[in-house]
């Protein structure tokens, strides 16, 4: 029996789902370990959980916030947040700006080769028709950029669109490069803010 291309895109909806679900309940999970075991207000507890892994730490945080914006699985609020718990306030930064930087300097190329299609894959299609518009437009370019340096902006989706487009390697990088920091440390510094008050109940 032949699978038809409606059911392949349900079935690739089902496993991405799933995928999204675990991967919040792990994060989720994650905290709540932070929380009881006293990780992210103890420096001792902080030293222990990174020796485990050695040099090693800031390698994997940097590679999941390159994924976590190739696959925008899990928001990514979350892992500003976690840079700043596990690493502090200075190398938490540097380690969530360098990630997402090349997360979405690597979405931009992946969109140069793939075009559309990634963004049918990856994005819902409320999401593509809102933007959409922008592409046809002499000033994207100027949109983009305003909207790479605001923090409520979909940056992930932004990236991938702007791949779809004629605009340069080059540029973007320098876009991203400048526009990121802003939004980084409003995202890391406001979600600490919250969370730091949120655990002082159960403190």
């Given at each position: 029996m032949t699978v038809t291309k409606i059911e392949k895109q349900r079935l690739i909806k089902v496993v991405w789902n799933t995928v999204t679900t675990i991967s919040i309940i792990g994060c989720i999970l994650f905290?709540?370990?932070?929380?009881?075991?006293?990780?992210?207000?103890?420096?001792?507890?902080?030293?222990?959980?990174?020796?485990?892994?050695?040099?090693?730490?800031?390698?994997?945080?940097?590679?999941?916030?390159?994924?976590?914006?190739?696959?925008?699985?899990?928001?990514?609020?979350?892992?500003?947040?976690?840079?700043?718990?596990?690493?502090?306030?200075?190398?938490?930064?540097?380690?969530?700006?360098?990630?997402i930087c090349l997360g979405s300097i690597a979405a931009f190329l992946i969109a140069k080769k793939y075009g559309d299609t990634v963004l049918l894959f990856l994005?819902?299609?409320?999401?593509?028709?809102?933007?959409?518009?922008?592409?046809?437009?002499r000033r994207f370019g100027l949109f983009f950029t305003l909207m790479i340096f605001s923090p409520i902006a979909p940056d992930?989706?932004?990236?991938?669109?702007?791949?779809?487009?004629?605009?340069?390697?080059?540029?973007?990088?320098?876009?991203?490069l400048v526009g990121k920091p802003l939004p980084i440390?409003?995202?890391?510094f406001g979600l600490e803010l919250i969370f730091r008050y949120i655990v002082s109940f159960f403190a």
């Open positions: 905290f709540i370990y932070g929380i009881q075991s006293e990780l992210f207000y103890s420096e001792a507890a902080l030293e222990a959980f990174l020796n485990q892994f050695g040099v090693w730490a800031p390698v994997f945080f940097v590679l999941f916030q390159i994924i976590q914006v190739i696959f925008p699985i899990v928001p990514g609020g979350i892992g500003c947040l976690g840079g700043i718990l596990i690493f502090g306030p200075v190398m938490g930064l540097i380690y969530n700006y360098v990630g994005f819902k299609p409320k999401l593509r028709k809102k933007y959409r518009s922008w592409v046809d437009d992930d989706f932004l990236c991938y669109l702007a791949g779809t487009t004629k605009m340069t390697l080059t540029k973007f990088t320098i876009i991203i440390i409003i995202y890391s």
